[in-house]
């Protein structure tokens, strides 16, 4: 198994957008029902709302909804996922 690089939320959002794996919303939204909707209409994949009425910053969703988002949010191969989340569930970081 490879030893998983450090992958931080800036970076798995640009690898993502480079693959053509994030969708971006660029109009304004709200949080109450059309985010939510917006989501279940993308059969939840990784989705950026870059104008969200209710607050300052983009908001995220989708990130880790299937075993292969997962595995690359770990900077994992999705063959390596259950291997490491057992190591890692078996040797928790105090």
Known sequence: ????????????????????????????VTTEYEI???ISSLNEKPVIFEKV???RIPVVAGLV????????A???????LLCSLSKAMKNPIP
């Open 65 to 72: 909804s299937s075993k292969l988002l997962i595995a690359n």
């Open 1 to 28: 198994m490879s030893e998983a690089k450090k992958l931080g939320l800036r970076d798995f959002l640009n690898k993502l957008d480079k693959n053509d794996k994030l969708i971006h919303v660029t109009r304004e």
């Open 36 to 38: 939510a909707a917006i």
């Open 53 to 55: 009425k209710e607050s």
């Open 74 to 80: 770990l900077n994992l191969e999705r063959r390596e």
